[in-house]
């Protein structure tokens, strides 16, 4: 190759480069901004549950229709991402979730349950969307042997959104208007609950302007162009990914991880509010709700490093034996004993979504993109675990209703343990 030819060639080979970092960096805000609005449900649920009088179980419809969204959309994503490429999938997914944030508004004002619900599902299908089209461009974006720490490091930014999403939500939400309506009149007590119900109409407003503003930025930007793969393809008849146990067994575990994750998160405030707890009123207890996100954000770092030197089977069972431990110990102790254990489940969970994913995918070959839209699919357990765990609170209280997760983290144990080890052949 002559001089020229190699000056040209370094030339492009930095120019790609280059635009490969502007698009992770611009990539990198999306993972912060879903895992922000994700954990912001953490205070909407006290919030809601105040404003409406709602038991554990109708307040836990709050995560049914966020995580729901999960489950009727993956398929549908997949499809619009490959028509539309993965650019057009952000740029939409960013408007449908700011719609999603808008529709706060009108729910505000008419102080109507099923309008906050169905203005959770609309934004967590934009939510989905996004994730459907940025996960798979971030390990495009550059070689395929540095495509898990690029995940890595914008999963780092998502959990940095988690961690400040609680202490946003108290100051904005919950600390917006707080009192009891004991000793109040009705018309009192009435338009406390309208203001409460107001409280959530700002901050929404925001998160829709800011959905907005990165749409229009996202659809300006000239972005690294790629064709959408085949992730979210529906199963098709005959041998499939369905044929792999370790595949099964690994979408029961994203299941049963994600419900118990979200079950934990969704309780905590009420959690901590109790009198032989810590007796925090709700925004006080918010605050430390970062403290569980912020856990998870360190143990990322923490067990990436780790893992290069421990199998993931292994790391998995660890962190799930202690989870469930520290489960025990909240659920038979009480005062700070009984508060931090709980708050220190997020140092352990860190690690489980991850790795669950990548051993539940091991050695699929050309069924990995199918056995992918199988696990996306199983993240309906954010929905579905969190109002059982729900109707425990309501039964049994809401102490004992963390028993519920221990049976979680007891399989993922046995998934990490044998249950992830390769074998095929569920159908032949």
């Known amino acids: 190759m002559s001089q020229s030819s190699t000056r040209v060639a370094s030339a492009s080979a930095e120019t790609q480069s280059g635009s490969y970092r502007f698009a992770l960096t611009a990539l990198t805000s999306l993972f912060f901004m879903w895992g922000f609005i994700t954990c912001l449900n953490d205070i909407l ?4 549950k105040s404003v409406f009088s709602l038991n554990y179980t109708q307040s836990m419809l709050i995560q049914f229709c966020f995580f729901g969204a999960y489950f009727l959309v993956s398929l549908p994503a997949g499809a619009i991402v490959r028509r539309i490429s993965y650019k057009g999938g952000i740029v ?36 989905t969307l996004l994730q459907v089209a940025a996960n798979p461009y971030v390990t495009v974006l550059g070689a395929p ?11 780092a930014f998502n959990s940095l959104g988690t961690t400040l999403a609680p202490m946003f939500g108290a100051f904005l939400i919950l600390s ?37 503003l990165l749409a229009a ?53 009420n959690f901590l509010g109790q009198s032989h707890i810590a007796g925090m009123p709700e925004a ?6 970062a403290y569980f996100w912020g856990g998870a954000m360190i143990g990322r770092f923490v067990g990436s490093i780790a893992m290069r030197s421990i199998e993931g089977g292994k790391a998995l069972a660890f962190n799930a034996v202690i989870a469930a431990i520290l489960l025990l110990v909240t659920v038979f102790t009480s005062g700070s004993v009984a508060m931090w254990a709980v708050l220190a489940i997020g140092l352990f969970n860190s690690i489980m979504f991850p790795t669950i994913f990548s051993l539940a995918l091991y050695g699929l070959g050309k069924y990995t993109s199918q056995g992918s839209g199988i696990l996306c699919l199983a993240i309906v357990g954010g929905a579905l675990l969190p109002v059982a765990q ?21 399989y993922i144990a046995y998934y990490g343990l044998k249950g992830h080890r390769v074998s095929s052949g569920l159908q032949h």
């Open 217 to 269: 930025l996202f659809a300006a930007l000239k972005l690294p162009a790629f064709e959408a793969d085949e992730d979210f393809d529906p199963i098709t008849e005959g041998r499939s990914a369905w044929s792999y146990r370790h595949l099964v067994l690994g979408a029961v575990g994203i299941f049963l991880y994600v419900g118990a994750e979200v079950s934990i998160g969704s309780f905590l405030v």
């Open 92 to 127: 939409l997914g960013l408007v449908i979730a700011a719609a999603g944030c808008a529709l706060f508004v009108p729910a505000a004002s008419y102080r109507v349950y099923g309008l906050f619900l169905a203005a959770l599902f609309v934004l967590a299908s934009g939510i």
């Open 176 to 212: 917006a208007v707080a009192g009891a309506t004991a000793g109040m009149t009705p018309e009192q007590a009435d338009a406390l609950r309208v203001a409460e119900a107001s409280a959530v109409k700002m901050p929404y407003m925001a998160l829709a302007a800011a959905f907005l």
């Open 145 to 155: 042997d540095t495509a898990a720490s690029r995940l890595t490091m914008t999963q």
């Open 284 to 289: 006080e207890a918010a605050h430390y709700v």
């Open 390 to 410: 729900g109707a425990l609170a309501d039964t049994i209280g809401i102490q004992h209703a963390f028993l519920m997760p221990v049976l979680c983290y007891a």
């Open 45 to 48: 649920v006290p919030h809601l």
